[in-house]
């Protein structure tokens, strides 16, 4: 069975930073675009970062949501089959529950990755919680 496992949410105070880990269990991530999403109480789900390895490196960076470009890195290790989110400089509006995605790689190109209907695989979410 698929499995997106997040983990590293917690509570900090703004200007902080937390990294969030998505673990991925059956799934051959290294061909998929994965992403992360965030989903605030009342809002609907935001595409955060997206990135596929089958994506030749010559053009292969991750996307970003403009709300986070500059703070927040999505990378991966291979050898552990973890995606991970680095997040820094913390703000109260990014207060929200984190959720890891997979999809096909082709999900990874600058219009497609945001629309989270298109990922195939979530995780259960990881809450972060920001205060001023």
């Known amino acids: 069975q698929s499995r997106l496992i997040e983990s590293g949410g917690d509570s900090v105070q703004a200007g902080g930073s937390l990294r969030l880990s998505c673990e991925v269990s059956?799934?051959?991530?290294?061909?998929?675009?994965m992403a992360w999403f965030r989903q605030a109480p009342g809002k609907e789900r935001e595409g955060v970062a997206a990135?596929?390895?089958?994506?030749?490196?010559?053009?292969?960076?991750?996307f970003y949501g403009d709300s986070v470009l500059g703070r927040f890195t999505m990378s991966q290790d291979d050898d552990k089959s973890v995606v991970y989110l680095q997040m820094n400089s913390l703000k109260p509006e990014d207060t929200a529950m984190y959720y890891c995605?997979?999809?096909?790689?082709?999900?990874?190109?600058?219009?497609?990755?945001?629309?989270?209907?298109?990922?195939?695989?979530w995780g259960q979410g990881t809450q972060v919680t920001v205060s001023s």
């Open positions: 995605a997979a999809g096909s790689w082709a999900l990874c190109d600058g219009a497609t990755w945001p629309h989270d209907k298109n990922y195939a695989f």
């Open positions: 059956s799934l051959s991530y290294k061909t998929m675009c």
């Open positions: 990135f596929s390895s089958a994506i030749p490196a010559s053009n292969s960076e991750p």
